[in-house]
């Protein structure tokens, strides 16, 4: 059975950084492209950033360009979402997800970016 | 970047309904499009890639037709579990974009 499980998700003042770690089972990880997916309070989901099976490939959305890091460890079968300076309209349940058609997803975890 | 848009935003409908949502892109994606169902406070899921094709253990009653600029996600027979939002995706190019959803409620 695939499973994808998030943490790192708290809450963080704005200007804050924050990493969050996605960890896979169930699957062989290192053939597939991950990507992170968000979804703000009430809202839709919105992608975020996702990244070759390599690493060596990486696409970010832009309101988050220069600011969030996407990256894998695929001895750990884990992949990471570097944040920083942080915005309240970063707040949101960021997922991670498996191929460039998020076949699976993840629970979720939840970022709270507020003073 | 490719906008898609989706609709109705909200329909109610009655169990046994045939029910239809359409995305529309704004400039063509072949077929590189996912349908998703969100049931609240849960992760989405997969129901449909490629536009037409049936994620494994969806029920068949799911159906996507549609290549290049329209897409339609039908559902044969509504059931009581498939009240919930959808979503599509095109992931044809950066960035990738969802639709903004549809709710679909009970009548």
């Known amino acids: 059975e695939v499973q994808l499980v998030e943490s790192g998700g708290t809450l963080v003042q704005p200007g804050g950084s924050l990493r969050l770690s996605c960890a896979a089972s169930?699957?062989?990880?290192?053939?597939?492209?991950m990507s992170w997916v968000r979804q703000a309070p009430g809202k839709g989901l919105e992608w975020v950033a996702n990244i070759k099976q390599d690493g060596s490939e990486k696409h970010y959305v832009d309101s988050v360009k220069g600011r969030f890091t996407i990256s894998r460890d695929n001895a750990k079968n884990s992949l990471y979402l570097q944040m920083s300076s942080l915005r309240a309209d970063d707040t949101a349940v960021y997922y991670c997800?498996?191929?460039?058609?998020?076949?699976?997803w993840g629970q979720g975890t939840l970022v709270t970016v507020s003073s | 970047d490719i906008q898609m848009t989706q609709s109705p935003s909200s329909l109610s409908a009655s169990v046994g309904d045939r029910v239809t949502i359409t995305c529309r892109a704004s400039q063509g994606i072949r077929n590189d499009l996912g349908w998703y169902q969100q049931k609240p406070g849960k992760a989405p899921k997969r129901l449909i890639y490629?536009?037409?094709n049936l994620q494994s253990e969806v029920p068949s009653r799911f159906s996507g037709s549609g290549s290049g600029t329209e897409f339609t996600l039908t559902i044969s027979s509504l059931q009581p579990e498939d009240f919930a939002t959808y979503y599509c995706l095109q992931n044809n190019s950066y960035p990738l974009t969802f639709g903004g959803g549809t709710k679909v409620e009970i009548k």
């Open positions: 169930g699957l062989t990880f290192s053939i597939y492209w």
């Open positions: 997800a498996r191929g460039l058609s998020f076949g699976y």
């Open positions: 490629a536009a037409s």
